[in-house]
Nanobody, 121 residues
Framework: VQLQASGGGLAQAGGSLRLSCAASGNIFRINFMGWYRQAPGNQRELVATIASDGSTAYADSVEGRFTISRDSVGNTVYLQMNNLKPEDTAVYFC????????????????WGQGTLVTVSS
């Protein structure tokens, strides 16, 4: 399974960016998709997730500003980021959980390569 993330870049405070992450390869079923971020000197933190049933969850810091969604096929996840703040500056990573059934059933987690988002004040 490969994850290709794109859409990072430079934005001014109050601006918008849209991240995307496409999953490809031997995919039985995607269990969940999500975005994490890691700012310099900080631990990686959860930003938003979307489950296979479409239910979503957000970190308090982005609630109401960011929206996570999936395409109709379900293999691409997006993160629409509005009203960006300088504290949103970080490397953003997509994370995808794939259902595995190889005699045992479990979820395997995959990470994208990270895309840098920089928000200037």
């Amino acid at each position: 399974v490969q994850l290709q993330a794109s859409g990072g870049g430079l934005a001014q405070a109050g601006g918008s960016l849209r991240l995307s992450c496409a999953a490809s390869g031997n995919i039985f079923r995607i269990n969940f998709m999500g975005w994490y971020r890691q700012a310099p000197g900080n631990q990686r933190e959860l930003v938003a997730t979307i489950a296979s049933d479409g239910s979503t969850a957000y970190a308090d810091s982005v609630e109401g500003r960011f929206t996570i969604s999936r395409d109709s096929v379900g293999n691409t996840v997006y993160l629409q980021m509005n009203n960006l703040k300088p504290e949103d500056t970080a490397v953003y990573f997509c994370n995808v959980g794939i259902d595995i059934n190889d005699g045992m059933r479990y979820v395997r987690s995959y990470w994208g390569q990270g895309t840098l988002v920089t928000v200037s004040s």
